[in-house]
């Protein structure tokens, strides 16, 4: 199992960043948060949690240790998956997914794509105890750029939305709100599609 990885930026985006080691690059798949971290950074340290399949090893990458523990505290309920965690962590801070689970607020969790009632009451229960004991605390920086409209559809569509639904939402969120940085209207879209 992998621990870290460090690197210098290959290509990044709001889904996934490439880290060149030593002449390899390798794909890892961050969420929301981690991006807005390490946005414009040329080299990166990344917490990894890899994941093996029969047709795929697959790598998560975390700026920070406490949204990793988060994450594998995600992946350990049942019904959800990596794709799901890192969906949920892309919608929302670790404060706001520790929060919603100690107070037992599902709705929040529901806003999330892929997140029903069911699931958001599993993650609940399964999780009270141990989100209880987690440190909370995380600073988000937020990144200011040309292309947000591009790298917020660019993120939608690696996320598994349509191109044509996800341009749709964007277009409206920019249009009524000119300054919002590319995280917020990620987060925006995610609770619009």
């Not at 240790?65 to 019904?79: C, T």
């Not at 699931?119 to 141990?130: G, H, M, N, V």
């Not at 598994?160 to 939402?169: I, N, Q, T, V, W």
Request: aromatic share 4%; net charge positive; glycine share 8%.
């Amino acid at each position: 199992m992998y621990e870290f990885i460090r690197g210098a930026v290959a290509d990044l985006n709001p889904a996934s960043v490439v880290v060149d080691v030593g002449g390899i690059g390798y794909f890892v798949n961050i969420s929301l948060n981690t991006y807005s971290q390490v946005n414009g950074k040329k080299e990166v340290k990344l917490l990894i949690h890899q994941v093996v399949r029969e047709d795929a090893h697959v790598l998560y990458g975390f700026a920070e240790k406490r949204e990793r523990d988060l994450f594998r505290s995600l992946i350990s309920v049942n019904g959800v998956g990596a794709s799901t965690a890192l969906m949920m962590l892309s919608s929302l801070s670790p404060d706001e997914i520790t929060s919603a689970v100690a107070t037992g607020n599902a709705d929040v969790l529901k806003a999330v794509k892929g997140i029903g009632t069911k699931t958001a009451q599993r993650i609940i229960i399964d999780l009270k105890d141990k989100l209880g004991k987690m440190p909370e605390s995380g600073q988000i920086l937020i990144s200011t750029d040309n292309t947000i409209r591009n790298e917020a559809l660019s993120a939608l569509v690696m996320l598994g939305f349509a191109k044509k639904d996800a341009d749709k939402a964007v277009s409206k969120i920019i249009k009524d709100d000119p300054g919002a940085t590319v995280e917020r209207v990620i987060k925006t879209a995610l609770k619009r599609l």
